[in-house]
């Protein structure tokens, strides 16, 4: 729960429209679910299969925003790779905080 699975997600999606890459798959654990959650807020889309569910895995196709565009898009897969490495960083900060010392005043 600390958001390094955004932030890897978010660089991976950086790259792979960088690299003209329209999408990729994820293959999960059926009862993953923080990946399954984050999964479904990138928009990743649930191939159904002869074995769905049965093997303990589920797969999903993960779209990538503006890969045959150049610039804005690209722009905007930084902004998300940002937002995700600042929440994260806040996150980490707001723990120790809650946790610090009790020589470090505040």
Known sequence: GKG???L????????AADHGIRSFRAEVLADNAAVLALLGSVGAVERPGPDAGSSGMRTFDIPIPGADEAGESRWQALYLLLRHAATSVSQVFRQWWDERPSGVKG
């Open 4 to 6: 390094v699975g955004k």
């Open 8 to 15: 890897l997600l978010a660089a991976l999606v950086l790259i």
